[in-house]
């Protein structure tokens, strides 16, 4: 059968087929996608937890449901700390978690969430978007089939709940601090003693002083945690988390998958999400602190200039050994300490300078 003859058999004219052929992208675009994302978090842990729910509602959106993602905080579907593993591996499309994680897989991850004495949150989103953050962050990850997007910032943590007063750095010795990451590195450095505690115990440890110190995140979350029931300090400034970033990663194959317009869609509501985790941060921050004060008469305390700046000098140890394990963690060394310079040097005439002529009158 001659094909025009099967055509009129079957009751398709060419123009017909014609029209079908042109709409074969709008097939492809109809196309439904449903993702599954996992997360380093607890269920409903505010602006952490909750923007992963937020992110994937405005892809929904965006989409008009063509992407929909399904979000498992961590332990639901895989361990918290299982992401990176299943997000490289493709079992599961996205995660969210901080980079620092996976140190024992790279250990460049850990400049793309916080180095301590490092950049702020303001400094960490012009070094991502403005710099070449962000591309040496893509860098870093493409070995494990990855895509990372910069997921806010929680701004400067608090240094911590104490249970001994730091007045000079030898009150570091033998000090018993729940502290991860690099800052625990310096704590460790000064005389410190690091332990790693999962959230769940942290409460019960400090109150029966199994450790004497612990540092979590900021006002919001340290209040709910119940912290200033169980330590008499609240120290600041949070050196060893200056502006933790937060971050979504998506497995290469699945996101390449995707059409362009879905792509641009993703990438539109991680940024604004980016966005939107820093002013909940950046309020809710302000108002727990006055609850912690006011209602829960916590102590706030500044660490001694010179208690920062002995801690300074053994970071920046710190940093140089990090940096001396991997070629992709000496180059993103380099990068991070030449914009820190840049952005500190505008910033020490700007924001700094402006910050303390509005400090709030006693
Ligand atoms: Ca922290």
Redo the contacts with the bound molecule.
Sequence with gaps: MKRRDFLKKVGLGTAAVAAAAINAPAVLAQQKYRWKMVTTWPPKLPVLQDGCERLAQRVNEMSDGRLQIQVFAGGELVPPLGGFEAVSQGTIECASGASYYWAGKEPATQWFAAVPFGMNAQGYGAWFHGGDGLKLWEETYAPFNLIPRPGGSTGV?MGGWFNKKINTIDDYKGLKMRIPGLGGKVVAKAGGTVVLLPGGEIFTSLERGVIDAT???GPLHDLRMGFYQAAKYYYYP?WH?PG?YLEYFFNKKAYESLPKDLQHIVDAACMENEQWTMTQFDSLNGAALETLINKHKVQVIKFPDEVLSALRKLAEEVREEEAAKSPMAKKVNESFKKFHKTVSGWGSISEKVYYESIAPQA
């Design positions: 943590q540092e979590w995140v949070g988390e933790t």
